[in-house]
């Protein structure tokens, strides 16, 4: 018979912590970005924000957007959720292992249909961005 035995330790985090983006890995994606999808104009606002969790606070990335026919009849226009909103936002997750990619979590007003997923965002460049849904 094999026993093995394992102790970890968990460490607290000090209330009021705040994780804070000190080095402006956000700064890349903070913009206006628009692009052309199956014959729709997407623009997809993304902001910088602060959102606390119980007792500590950390900066992450928000997306609001607007979909468009040609005609320019409206689609969807998220432009107006509030922060708080976490059922209709994308709103920040993680980045992978060299921050050079950053995961949202995306909920739509369809989300028991499916609309749902995760949103996976990557810069190209200083004037493109490379957006996933997986």
């Known amino acids: 018979m094999l026993l093995i035995a394992l102790s970890c330790r968990v460490q607290a985090i000090p209330d009021g912590t705040y994780f804070k983006d000190i080095n402006h ?25 602060t959102d ?3 007792k500590f606070s950390q900066d992450e ?3 609001r957007y607007l979909i468009a026919n040609p005609d320019g009849s409206i689609v969807e ?3 107006n959720i509030p922060d ?3 059922e ?3 709103s920040g997750d993680m980045f992978n292992k060299n921050a050079n990619y950053y995961y949202m979590i995306y909920t739509g007003r369809e989300a028991a249909c499916g609309q749902s ?7 190209k460049s200083a004037t493109q961005i490379c957006m996933s849904l997986i």
């Not at 890995?25 to 924000?49: M, P």
């Not at 997923?117 to 810069?123: S, W």
């Open 25 to 49: 890995l956000f700064d890349k994606y903070v913009d206006t970005w628009k692009g052309v999808y199956n014959n729709r104009e997407y623009i997809f606002y993304i902001t910088k924000h």
């Open 52 to 54: 606390t969790y119980y």
């Open 61 to 63: 990335i928000l997306v």
């Open 77 to 79: 226009d998220m432009r």
């Open 84 to 86: 708080d909103d976490e």
């Open 88 to 90: 209709l936002l994308i």
């Open 117 to 123: 997923g995760t949103l996976v965002l990557r810069p």
